[in-house]
């Protein structure tokens, strides 16, 4: 993270029980203090996408299973 100008910064783990996905930054280019409503804010946010790459992998397993039973048949 390039951090020339950034004043406040806050970074979230985008992980699940049993992956990590990488991490959520949220700055600002001026002094901040994130408030219990931002940061539960960011926090729902990172939730929501690690449940968005959860279901994009879900999904992509499903297609291939598809795929290898459709070349079984």
């Known amino acids: 993270m390039d951090q020339e100008g ?7 783990s985008l992980r699940s029980k ?4 990488g991490v959520l930054f ?6 901040h203090y994130f408030s219990d409503g931002e940061l539960d804010a960011i926090n729902l946010f990172a939730n929501q ?3 968005a790459i ?3 992998r879900l999904f992509q397993d ?3 299973s598809q795929g290898q039973l459709s070349e079984a048949l």
């Open 26 to 31: 949220v700055n600002f280019c001026e002094p």
């Open 18 to 21: 049993k992956d990590e996905f």
């Open 62 to 64: 499903v297609t291939n």
């Open 6 to 12: 950034v004043q406040a910064y806050v970074g979230v």
């Open 54 to 56: 959860e279901n994009a």
């Open 49 to 51: 996408a690690v449940i």
